[in-house]
């Protein structure tokens, strides 16, 4: 991955704006506190709030109903958007992806995917990824840094303007996955404080019912999110029924292995509501994962452990440089079969998006690779 680190010049020049306080990661009751500060009256905040969080408004002088003196005063001491849109690819099949930049000059990248009867948002919760998968292209650019709730909530906002236009009711329902850049479990306070920022009836209105959040499996953060009572749904990446072989694929089953892994799903299963199910992905792999028989080990190994979960079957997208290839077909196909006819509730995901790789694995593929398909949009435009 060619990635260009943020000059010396990028950081001087958006440190100066650092001062001033980033508003979209805030709930309503902290914004009303912060107008508060300001010497305006709570309703100003709920205005604000609105204005930013419900209509996506991303410029203060855009907020018409706040008196012009308001929104002066909030351009110079606040921030109502810090990403912006690098650049912007549209798939033949409806999906877009955004590359998008922090104030500081990191990546951040989100996929945005129609669907007939909803529209699904993939966002990144880190800029880069500590972990070392290795059919995973972010794992490449280690980590830059953990993203913050503001920045969370804005890449949902920036998808949403895109598709449908700032202040305008998407038409259908949005499902959120934690599933692009980053270990969300890694950075566990910043995603909750989006997810409550963003479930609020006054604003985006996403609750967490909608929202899934896929970790590799960081076992003491599956054990905290067990606790947390307005929590999203959890999907657990296993791409190997063993650990031998898992602990080359996710060095990180080297820190949890397997056991205590499924024994934390284990404690997490018995918080599920009504009708919620585990998800367990499984990345396909040819020749690596996909034999009939580490079929028969996945479920056993989800039986030994009594887990009542799904599993979804990701065809691999193969992006260069990864050294993998993706099951064929008919081989996923009898994967998914000897799966069923051992009680595992199996699907396969059908890829979307990867003439643009915005298919899982592939995000942070080369920019360059891309700039012969279809950029509809100049960097910055939307953002
Ligand atoms: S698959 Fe997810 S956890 Fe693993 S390196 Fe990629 S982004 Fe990180």
Not at 82 to 97: F, M, P, V
Not at 192 to 209: C, E, S, T
Not at 212 to 237: C, E, F, M, Q, Y
Request: with cysteine; charged share 25%.
């Amino acid at each position: 991955m060619a990635f260009r680190p943020p000059r010396a010049l990028d950081v001087k020049m958006t440190n100066a704006m650092d001062k001033r306080v980033e508003l979209t990661g805030l709930s309503q009751l902290e914004l009303i506190s912060y107008v508060e500060t300001l010497g305006e009256p709570a309703y100003r905040g709920r205005q604000l709030f609105a204005a930013l969080q419900h209509r996506r408004l991303r410029d203060f002088e855009a907020i018409s109903d706040l008196p012009k003196a308001l929104r002066t005063r909030l351009t110079e001491v606040a921030q109502a958007a810090t990403l912006k849109i690098e650049s912007q690819y549209t798939s033949g099949d409806g999906t877009r992806r955004y590359l998008m930049k922090t104030h500081d000059g990191l990546p951040v990248e989100t996929v945005f995917i129609p669907e007939e009867r909803r529209d699904t948002i993939c966002f990144s919760s880190q800029s880069g990824c500590p972990l070392q998968c290795t059919f995973c292209l972010t794992a490449q650019l280690g980590l830059l840094r953990s993203l913050t709730a503001g920045e969370i909530v804005e890449q949902i906002q920036i998808a949403l303007n895109d598709a449908y236009g700032a202040g305008v009711k998407p038409p259908r329902g949005t499902n959120l996955v934690a599933m692009g850049a980053g270990e969300p479990l890694l950075n566990l306070d910043s995603l909750l404080k989006a997810l409550r920022v963003m479930a609020d009836p006054q604003g985006l209105h996403i609750v967490p019912n909608r929202v899934t959040v896929s970790t590799a499996g960081v076992v003491p953060r599956i054990l905290d999110l067990a606790k947390t009572t307005d929590r999203p749904h959890l999907a657990i990446s296993l791409a190997a029924p063993t650990d031998e072989l898992r602990n080359e694929l996710m060095p990180i089953n080297k820190r949890w292995p397997l056991d205590e892994l499924l024994a934390a799903c284990k404690v997490f299963e018995k918080t599920l509501k009504p009708g919620e199910r585990l998800t367990f992905e499984y990345v396909m792999l040819d020749r690596v994962n996909d034999s009939d028989e580490q079929a028969r080990q996945l479920a056993n190994l989800l039986n030994r452990h009594n887990i009542k979960a799904k599993v979804n079957l990701i065809p691999h997208n193969p992006a260069d440089p990864l050294p993998y290839q993706p099951s064929s077909e008919a081989t996923v196909e009898r994967f998914k079969n000897i799966l069923e006819s051992k009680g595992i509730h199996t699907y396969v995901r059908r890829p979307r998006g990867r003439d643009i790789f915005a298919a899982c694995g592939q995000l942070a593929a080369r920019q360059g690779t891309l700039s012969n398909l279809s950029q509809t949009t100049p960097i910055g435009a939307i953002s």
